[in-house]
Antibody, heavy 124, light 108 residues
């Protein structure tokens, strides 16, 4: 059974750095078909993909946010960590992590399992 | 980045109706298109991947089609549990990935 769960602070102040942890089970990030992405959703708005980390430690970032994001993994703990620097009130959102699976039959990626999300508010 | 545009932004329909949601990409993405369903306060759920492949456990009333720049999600006979927001998402080549702005399906 695949599960993911996000954890981190519910409130951060402007200019601070946000650190979020995704703890997962039911798969290994050492398997070539597996990746993990972070996606966020401001209240009442659309989904926005942020970053992806691969089994071989390749990393990919949102074009508009790449200077502020760092993604990393700890395979021994089955965790993926996202840091976002210089937080602003516009970064208030629910942050999701999702397994990013390479469907072998179609050779395409999709988000097949998601965590429940964690709401992060940015306010002084 | 590839832009994804969904239409309509919102839609009212009745149980039993056939509903179609459209997604258009700003450039050709072949069939690298996924559809998700999201209910309030919940994480999105994968419905369709590779434009037309039904994800495991998803009811067969959901179907997807399209290739290139134009895609559709069809629900053949709306059920009460289908009222939700639907998102398309492209996974063409390497990231960044992008989502559509969402289509909110409401009860008429």
């Amino acid at each position: 059974q695949v599960t993911l769960k996000e954890s981190g602070p519910a409130l951060v102040k402007p200019t601070q750095t946000l650190t979020l942890t995704c703890t997962f089970s039911g798969f290994s990030l050492t398997t070539s078909a597996m990746r993990v992405s972070w996606i966020r959703q401001p209240p009442g708005k659309a989904l926005e993909w942020l970053a992806r980390i691969d089994w071989d430690d390749d990393k990919f970032y949102s074009t508009s946010l790449k200077t502020r994001l760092t993604i990393s993994k700890d395979t021994s703990k089955n965790q993926v960590v996202l840091t976002m620097t210089n937080m602003d009130p516009v970064d208030t959102a629910t942050y999701f992590c999702a397994r990013t699976y390479l469907g072998l039959a179609v050779a395409q990626y999709y988000f097949d399992y998601w965590g429940p999300g964690t709401l992060v508010a940015v306010s002084s | 980045d590839i832009q994804m545009t969904q239409s309509p932004s919102s839609l009212s329909a009745s149980v039993g109706d056939r509903v179609t949601i459209t997604c258009r990409a700003s450039q050709s993405i072949s069939n690298y298109l996924n559809w998700y369903q999201q209910k309030p306060g919940k994480a999105p759920k994968l419905l369709i991947y590779a434009a037309s492949s039904l994800h495991s456990g998803v009811p067969s009333r959901f179907s997807g089609s399209g290739s290139g720049t134009d895609f559709t999600l069809t629900i053949s006979s709306l059920q009460p549990e289908d009222f939700a927001t639907y998102y398309c998402q492209q996974s063409y080549t390497t990231p960044p990935y992008t989502f559509g702005q969402g289509t909110k399906l409401e009860i008429k």
